[in-house]
Structures are given as structure tokens and as C-alpha cells.
């Protein structure tokens, strides 16, 4: 069906204009762009943090904060119930989950129980749910005893609630830094993610969003001499606060809160007149002005403390009652610190405390550096996947060169359109998808090739070239979609980027391989009229081979079985080296400000800060170095970040820090089991479709052969030590798509070849479909390699190990699909036959039917 009808032909070419006109904007200047009319498409593409810099920041909520608060509330109303009941009690203290009083008079237990019965009440969970928990329980352990206990519920109620309390805080605090574009959502049940791009100031982020900034207004106790009170003489009703002055100055502070931040409406940076220092002027709303002069008319002479997370940071003498609701906060502040508390308490406080878990921040110079890397080994990849096509198959190359732009065209176009996230994986992802495209057309080319043997007229051969292709090409490429969708889901950051774009190279190639290429070889016939079909220049694979793949399979099998066997060993005695995505830990990459990079310098200075087992390796360039630090011993979820702070000071003076990853052990423990359940359910997902297009046979070859390709690559990735991390699981789940294509291409044929020869022996009709598309498949490994090893050579050390991993990938898939696939559905028995007719198409197995 070479025929298009008008509206077709307008289709086809609409359809391709409009992804040029999206496309376009992202090789202009944002100038330019806005001097243009408004109907002009003007939006560009959203680059990662890799890309353009920026910090990716997880923040868990600290439930134990929450349970000491509900803890401490439930106590304040156990008091005042009783109290205003006039029971008697004693006792009265909490637990790790629980608080208890005991009623002294056994006949007030009943009276105790009615009283205290709202701390058991069921609360809602949710407004549209309708359903109600009760956040406590109570029960009697002995008589008289009252132990009231936090339920699971109830303490996932409440974090859920801090968490979305958190978001809304957390949200306000990053838009009033002023950055473009900022993202905070919710993750999981008790995780926020922040990413912010662009950011110049990764470290000031960190420390906005790590501070409660619960703010009070209490009186200071100056009826007790502070240092009685330190050395242990603490009246009741005070705490001992400190200072942030160095030294900490103690302060005996009454427990009483006068006023608290929640009375705020307004906080901003300013300077003090007199002193022209900097500080922060606040308002209060009506309450709190009225509760704030009250204070300040009954304790004129006397000191009140101003208190931001338990640390005092000042507290002035009450010289005369303030009415009006407003004041300022003076306290050693630079103009940037000043700013920073105003823009804390305009935010308002965090229900509880929020500790980074993972931190990922890529400086711009590295971003930058990242994008020409990339552009730079997408260019270089094209330019090879193009001349390799041109030189192959001749006008029918470029016919194939000009689907593929358009291809990459509407890749881009899409990206922009949807808002996705351009990740410098996401790059890679591009690039793989430069050379997987080139397969459909590969496919269709080699089929026309064919066809035209049989004896067809050039006509006809391109007819049933791309009619005959299709089913090959939707079946090899959903398999490769299947593992996109499913790192998609499962992956994280990069790796999401890396699957939506191959995901988008997927659908549009094959947009372009039925419907764009196939209008412009019927153009060119219709303007042309060949006589013959394009021979190209070069031709890796002779047009019809009889390679007895098929008499070598037992040998292949044991070969295959011998180095996966090895691998394992490998695995088990050398292990990998992991990445701090499965071990938690740091990852720091600097530049020397001036000459090289000193290993043995940075490994003393981080020594001296007691950062405990630090790797120093060059890394790139002479300048560059990249430094771990292991997770230490017992460490709390934020010790990381304070390794950070301490390494990044000690450094500063003469390298800039161009990327910090940091992983708590928590998340590092998730995402290995996340690398798990992604691998499993890609291969998973993948058997069920093999099994539901083809036979259970095919489906346990494709497996058997992909677990092949994977205990191979892990063997590989032992023995080099190159790094294993997450961007390495989406390269072995790339290369399980990959493998599987090619597995899925010669399964197709040698369903067709089932049932044009009902009665050939099975291990001869496997020797046909192998070598009936080894052209294809060496041409399509080719072009895919072409395309990785300029991404290997000049895409940057930080894809390095992750583009090594797919190179092995496309060599030992391409193998696996020809000598494990294949051979496995002989030993299941595709095809029914007796020991007799075994026998004969084991000698027959390398005897081909001519062409």
C-alpha cells in the first residue's frame, strides 16, 4: 500500500511541521524568544538539575517529635480533666508511647474514666473519606491505673497531618527565596521532596528548611541566679535555654509561653535606626498584640526572652509597655541571616522537625559542562548513525536519515509540550533512541531486500516490505516500552527522565518508521521509478548466509553456562562497587580553583574533620576529584548532612564544589529494593506479553536469555568495578529491552517460518530464521553501538559507567538472542517430533534451503 491519499499526505507532514515549529525554540536564545509575537511557540525544554544545577533535597518528618507533643498535650489534658473534676490523682508521667496516672480514691474511677474519655474519642481522617480512628486507647493494667496509649493509627494520622502542614510551610519557605520554578510535593507517607533549579545556594536552602522555627515570647526568671540554676537548682515551671553566642550564655526561662509565632502576620528584614544594625521587624494580629502588651504593662524592668527553636536569640529589658503589636528581633544578625528568620516566620513553623535523607546538588558549572557534553556526543552519535546509513543503503539511508531527524524532532517536541524534565540520562536516553530508531527502518529495508529475491517487482517487494515489518516492529518495540514504563514507575530522578524519553523515542518511531518513511519511498518511486532497489555501499552481512548456528548450540549453551557460572563466583567474591544509592553515604565532586586536583591533600583535610572512611579518586580532568564518605557507624539520618557542611567548609578555600550526593541509609536500603522489584517486574511484564503474542515456549526462551544477559552484565560490572548505581539498574533494564528486541525480531520469524514450512526440522527452520535476519541484526547493533560509544567517548565521566554497561549490553543481547533464544525452544519442543526425526534434523540442521 504505497498509495496516500491528499489528506494523508497533509496529515503525515502536519503532524511533522508542528513538531519542527515545537521543537524549534530550544536552539534559540531566551532574548530572541521573547522579542517574537506571543502566537509563536516559545516554550523550551525544562532541563534537570544535571543539566542547568540545582538541588534535589528529601525531607523525612521526625515522628518522634509528634508523639512527644501528642504525649505532652495528653498530659496537659489528663491534668486539667482531672483538676476540673475534682479527682484526686498521682502519678502522672508518659512513656515511650503511652502516659498513665494513677486515682487515688478507688471510687472515682468510674467519675476518672467518664472525665478522661475525649482523649479516646474517634477523630476524622479525612474529609472526603468520612472515617474516623481513635488515636488512643485506654486500658487498666491494675486497678486504679489509667494507661493511655498511642495507637498505630493515630500516629499515622498525625504524621500525615504534620506532613501536610509541613508542605504547605515547606512551599511557602521556597517561594520566598524567590527561584524559579521550585518543586515540593508529597512522597510516600512521610517524605517531601524539594527541587529547586537553578539554585546558586544549596547549603542556605538546607538551612531554611531544616529549622522548625517555632518561635516564643517568654519571660526570663531572674529570681534564681542562672548558674544555681545550671549546677542543677532548677525551680519548677523553668528550662534552661541557651544562646547561639559563642560562647552559649544560659537563661533561666519560665515555662509560660506570653505569645507564640503563630500570632505573626508579617516579618521582614530591616535595620535598626539607631545602631543601623540589621534586624527583623514583626506584627502581630490583633490576639497577640493584646496578649503582648499585657505582658510587656505587668513586667516593665523585668527581661523577656525571644525563642526560636529552644535557642534564645535575645532578650532585651521591658523599658516601657509596647500596645502596638509590633517590634523587632535584634541579635548579632548579618542582612542575609535577617532575611532568612523574616522569611522563616512569615512562612510560619513546622509542626516537626525535618531531617535530610537525601540530598543531591549539582553546581551550575558542572550543569553547563553537562549540557555541551551532551549535545556534543548527540551530535557526534547522529552524524555516525547517518553516514553508516547512507553508506548501507544508499538513497533508501537517507530517506531513513530524514525519518530519524524528524524522529528526534518529535521527541523533543513532546518533551516540551508535556513539561518533562530533559536529565542528562535523558540525553543518553536520546541517544539510545537515535539508534534503536534506525532498527524499524533496518527491519523494513532488509524485508524489501528480500522480497525483492523471491522474484517480486520492486513494487510489490516494497509493498510487503513494510507490510510484513509491522508486526515485527510493534512486537520488538513494545518490549523495550514495557521496561521504560516500568523504570518510569519505579525509578527516581534521572532515571524517570531516561524512561520517559525512550518511552517518547518508542511511540515515535513508530510514527515515523509506517508513515513517514513510507510516504518518502513512495515518493521517491512515484518520481524515480527505480529500476532496482538501492545496494548501498557496504554490506556487513552477505545478502544470503547458511551459518549452522544450531549445530554449535550445545557448545554455546555450555560456553554460556560456564561464564554466567563465572560471573556469579565473580559477583559473590569480588562483589561491586557500589554506588551510595545502595550503600548510603556521600559523593562530593570538586575542581581546584588553580592547578590540579591534590588526592592526598583532600583525604588529610577530611580526615581532620572526623568524617570516617574517605575515598579520594581523580575523576575526569587533572583538576577534578571525586570524593566518597561511607556512612558512619550508628549514625543518625542527619549525620550526613553535617559530614557535608564540615567537608564542603574545609575545602572551600581552593576547590569549588560542583556536586553533592548525599543518602541516608533508609533511602539507600529502599532503592535497593526498589532496583529489585524494578528488575523482576520489568522481566515479569515482558514474559506475560512474549507468552500472550507467541507460545510458552518463546516466552521461556526470551527469559532464559535475558536472566543470561543480565548474570553477565552484573559479571561484567564486577570485573571492571565500574560503578553500580542506580543509573546502572535502567542500563540493565535497558539492556533486557534491548535484548528482548532482538530476541522478539528472529521469534517473529520463526513463527512465519512454522507455517510456511509445517514440516521442516526444528533445529533447520532456527538456522533459517537466524540467518534470514542476521543482517538485520548486525546492522541494527551496529548503528545502536555507533550511537552509545560517542555517548561513552564524549558524554562526561557521570554516564560513563552507565554507557559501558549498555555498550556490553548490545554485544552480549546480540549474541544471547541467536544462540540462547533460539536453541531454548528445541530443548522445550516447540514442535513435537519423534527420536527418529530428532536424529535427522540434527544432521540436516546446517543444510538450508536455498534462496
Keep these: 500500500m504505497l498509495y496516500f491519499s491528499r489528506w494523508k499526505t497533509i496529515s503525515i507532514w502536519a503532524v511533522v511541521l508542528l513538531a519542527v ?80 496516672v494513677r486515682i487515688r480514691d478507688a471510687s472515682q474511677i468510674d467519675a476518672a474514666k467518664q472525665a478522661l474519655k475525649s482523649l479516646t474519642d474517634p477523630v476524622s481522617s ?79 536552602l538546607k538551612d531554611i528548611l531544616g529549622q522548625t522555627a517555632k518561635l516564643t515570647f517568654q519571660m526570663v526568671d531572674q529570681s534564681v541566679p542562672v548558674q544555681e540554676a545550671v549546677n542543677g537548682h532548677v525551680p519548677p515551671g523553668d528550662t534552661i535555654m541557651y544562646s547561639k553566642d559563642d560562647p552559649p550564655v544560659p537563661y533561666l526561662i519560665e515555662n509560660r509561653v506570653i505569645v507564640s509565632g503563630e500570632n505573626l502576620v ?38 523577656f526572652a525571644i525563642i526560636l527553636d529552644n535557642h534564645v536569640i535575645s532578650a532585651p529589658q521591658i523599658r516601657e509597655p509596647i500596645l502596638g503589636g509590633t517590634g523587632q528581633i535584634s541579635g548579632n544578625f548579618t542582612a542575609q541571616s535577617a532575611n532568612d528568620l523574616a522569611v522563616l516566620l512569615r512562612a510560619g513553623a513546622l509542626p516537626a522537625t525535618l531531617t535530610v535523607v537525601e540530598e543531591r546538588t549539582v553546581g551550575p558549572g558542572l550543569g553547563q559542562d553537562s549540557i555541551q557534553a551532551g549535545k556534543l556526543s548527540a551530535i557526534v552519535g547522529s552524524i555516525l548513525v547517518v553516514l553508516f546509513m547512507a553508506v548501507a543503503y544508499g538513497r533508501l539511508g537517507w530517506i531513513a536519515n530524514i525519518a530519524l531527524a524528524a524522529n528526534v524532532a518529535m521527541i523533543i517536541a513532546v518533551l516540551t509540550l508535556v513539561g518533562a524534565t530533559l536529565t542528562l540520562p535523558g ?93 518518502l519511498t513512495a515518493e521517491w518511486f512515484r518520481r524515480w521509478r ?43 567474591t569480588h562483589g561491586f562497587n557500589l554506588g551510595i544509592d545502595f550503600t548510603g ?31 579520594v579518586q581523580g575523576f575526569g580532568d587533572h583538576s577534578d576529584a571525586l570524593i ?54 520489568a522481566m ?75 514440516k521442516m526440522p526444528l533445529g533447520q527452520l532456527l538456522d533459517l530464521s537466524d540467518n534470514e535476519m542476521l543482517a538485520r541484526t548486525v546492522m541494527t547493533s551496529v548503528t545502536t553501538f555507533l550511537a552509545l560509544l560517542a555517548l561513552y567517548l564524549l558524554g562526561g565521566e557521570v554516564i560513563r559507567s552507565f554507557v559501558a554497561s549498555m555498550l556490553f549490553g548490545v554485544c552480549i543481547g546480540t549474541l544471547s538472542s541467536i544462540f540462547i533464544a533460539a536453541p531454548v525452544l528445541i530443548f522445550f519442543h516447540l514442535r513435537p517430533v519423534t527420536q527418529k526425526e530428532m536424529i535427522a534434523a540434527e544432521n540436516a540442521a546446517h543444510q538450508l534451503p536455498a534462496k
Design 530 to 572: 527505480p529500476k532496482e532497489i538501492p545496494k548501498g555501499y557496504i554490506r556487513l552481512v552477505p545478502e544470503v548466509t547458511r551459518i549452522p548456528f544450531m549445530r554449535v548450540r550445545i557448545q554455546a549453551f555450555f560456553l554460556s553456562v560456564m561464564l554466567c557460572v563465572a560471573s556469579v563466583a565473580l559477583v559473590f
Design 427 to 519: 540525553i543518553a536516553g536520546i541517544v539510545l533512541t537515535i539508534g534503536m530508531a534506525v532498527d524499524s527502518n533496518v527491519l523494513i529495508y532488509e524485508r524489501i531486500r528480500e522480497e525483492r529475491r523471491e522474484g517480486r517487482s520492486i513494487v510489490q517487494a516494497l509493498d510487503a516490505g513494510f507490510s510484513r515489518a509491522l508486526a515485527t516492529i510493534v512486537d520488538s518495540n513494545l518490549t523495550t516500552l514495557i521496561a521504560a514504563v516500568v523504570l518510569f514507575f519505579l525509578g527516581s530522578g534521572p532515571v524517570r527522565g531516561f524512561a520517559v524519553t525512550l518511552a517518547i523515542g518508542i511511540i515515535t518511531t513508530l510514527f515515523t518508521a509506517f508513515t513517514l518513511t513510507r510516504w
Design 126 to 204: 479525612g474529609m472526603f473519606t468520612g472515617g474516623s480512628i481513635s488515636e488512643m486507647t485506654m486500658d487498666e493494667p491494675e486497678p486504679g491505673l489509667l494507661r493511655f496509649t498511642l495507637t498505630d493509627e493515630g500516629i499515622k494520622y498525625r504524621t500525615s497531618t504534620a506532613l501536610s502542614q509541613s508542605i504547605e510551610v515547606v512551599g511557602r519557605r521556597v517561594n520566598e527565596l524567590g527561584t524559579t520554578e521550585p518543586i515540593v510535593q508529597r512522597q510516600g507517607d512521610d517524605r517531601i521532596l524539594v527541587q529547586v533549579p537553578g539554585l546558586q545556594d544549596p547549603q542556605r
Design 585 to 615: 553515604g556521600t559523593l562530593i565532586e570538586v575542581r581546584a580553583k588553580s592547578g590540579e586536583a591534590d588526592v592526598g591533600d583532600i583525604r588529610s583535610r577530611l580526615s581532620q574533620i572526623g568524617a570516617g572512611e574517605v575515598q
Design 628 to 681: 566518597r564518605i561511607g556512612v558512619l557507624p550508628d549514625s543518625g539520618e542527619n549525620a550526613g548532612d553535617t559530614v557535608v557542611q564540615k567537608a564542603q567548609a574545609s575545602l572551600a578555600s581552593d576547590y569549588d564544589i560542583r556536586r553533592t550526593e548525599l543518602v541516608g541509609p533508609t533511602v539507600s536500603n529502599e532503592l535497593a529494593w526498589t532496583a529489585i522489584l524494578g528488575t523482576l517486574a
Design 266 to 303: 508579617d516579618a521582614q528584614a530591616t535595620f535598626d535606626q539607631r545602631t543601623n544594625e540589621p534586624v527583623v521587624s514583626f506584627r502581630f494580629d490583633s490576639k497577640g498584640a493584646t496578649r503582648f502588651g499585657q505582658a510587656t504593662q505587668q513586667n516593665v524592668g523585668k527581661l
Design 21 to 100: 515549529l515545537f521543537a524549534l525554540p530550544n536552539i534559540y536564545p531566551q532574548k530572541l524568544l521573547s522579542a517574537l509575537p506571543d502566537w509563536v511557540p516559545k516554550k523550551q525544554l525544562t532541563l534537570g538539575l544535571d543539566l542547568q544545577g540545582g538541588s534535589h533535597i528529601l525531607l523525612k518528618i521526625d515522628a518522634s517529635d509528634l508523639i512527644k507533643e501528642r504525649l505532652n498535650s495528653a498530659r496537659d489534658e489528663i491534668r486539667v480533666q482531672l483538676r476540673d473534676a475534682k479527682i484526686g490523682y498521682t502519678g502522672l508521667s508518659g512513656t515511650a508511647k503511652a502516659v498513665q
Design 684 to 758: 515479569g511484564g515482558i514474559l506475560i506479553y512474549v507468552w500472550v503474542r507467541f507460545e510458552w515456549q518463546f516466552a521461556i526462551g526470551a527469559i532464559t536469555s535475558t536472566v543470561n544477559d543480565i548474570i553477565l552484565t552484573l559479571g561484567f560490572l564486577s570485573l571492571t568495578g565500574l560503578q553500580f548505581d542506580l543509573s546502572t539498574v535502567a542500563a540493565i533494564l535497558t539492556i533486557v529491552g534491548y535484548s528482548l528486541n532482538d530476541t522478539v525480531v528472529i521469534y517473529d520469524r520463526v513463527r512465519e517460518n512454522l507455517r510456511r514450512f509445517k
